[in-house]
């Protein structure tokens, strides 16, 4: 469960370093945890709502949980602070956490799976 929890986080910090430094041409601290913030409390509040611990690697009940609540409510708190929820962010945003959170479930279920069959 804690490996599970480190791979999201990695994700949802990755993906927000990739879109800051997109937009500023800067990796400075202070812009990318300012960017970052919204979607790792996101994340944090997706794990508590989604029960996560009970299946940490369902991609669907679990995986999808994540992403919807982290992409949702990350926009929220963006929007709350006065930062950007561009239509594009948000198809962005919410495209590339869906190939990252709910991805790499996807192929550690298939792999937890195949090497439970040998």
Do not use: C, Q
């Amino acid at each position: 469960m804690f490996l599970a929890l480190v791979i999201d986080l990695v994700l949802v910090v990755l993906f927000t370093v990739v879109g800051h430094y997109t937009h500023a041409h800067s990796l400075d601290l202070e812009g990318i945890v300012s960017t970052a913030w919204p979607f790792v409390t996101a994340l944090v509040a997706a794990w508590i709502l989604a029960a996560v611990w009970d299946r940490p690697l369902s991609p669907l009940k679990t995986g999808t949980a994540v992403w919807a609540i982290t992409v949702l409510l990350g926009m929220v708190i963006r929007a709350v602070t006065g930062e950007g929820t561009a239509g594009a962010f948000i198809v962005v945003a919410a495209s590339l956490n869906l190939l990252t959170l709910v991805g790499w479930r996807v192929i550690a279920s298939a792999t937890t799976r195949r090497g439970s069959r040998r």
